[in-house]
């Protein structure tokens, strides 16, 4: 069984800083593509950030320059967050392609539970 567990939101004035933590656990074959996506009330989930196992990123426009994504060989990906906006709020979720050791010919996608930022302005 698959896990990914996030941490590090909160509540931060605007222009602060904030790193977010997602670690994937269980029995894993291999760990592909890793991102963090947000979303708003009312609104639909976005890509935020993302980060290929072979360190490629790619960005949304309206983080580009204050978001950074990154990830280590344990199974971690890290979005370290400065100058926030209130517009940034939302509950951020990472997700990741593994491929299970029980089922190591697929790749599915897991998602954690989600962790609230809140901007204050």
């Known amino acids: ?7 590090g939101g909160g509540l931060v004035q605007a222009g602060g800083s904030l790193r977010l933590s997602c670690a994937a ?5 291999s760990i592909n593509a890793m991102g963090w996506y947000h979303q ?7 890509l935020v950030a993302r ?3 072979g ?6 426009n309206a983080v580009k320059g204050r978001f950074t994504i990154s ?3 344990a199974n971690t990906v ?30 599915y996608r897991y998602w954690g539970q989600g962790t609230q930022v809140t901007v204050s302005s």
């Open 55 to 60: 360190g490629s990123t790619n960005y949304a």
């Open 71 to 73: 990830r280590d060989n």
């Open 78 to 107: 890290y979005l370290q967050m400065n100058s926030l906006k209130p517009e940034d709020t939302a509950v951020y979720y990472c997700n990741a392609d593994i491929q299970p050791r029980s089922d190591y010919s697929n790749t």
């Open 25 to 29: 656990s269980g029995t894993i074959f």
């Open 40 to 46: 708003a009330p009312g609104k639909q989930r976005e």
């Open 1 to 7: 069984q698959v896990q990914l567990v996030e941490s």
């Open 51 to 53: 980060i290929t196992s």
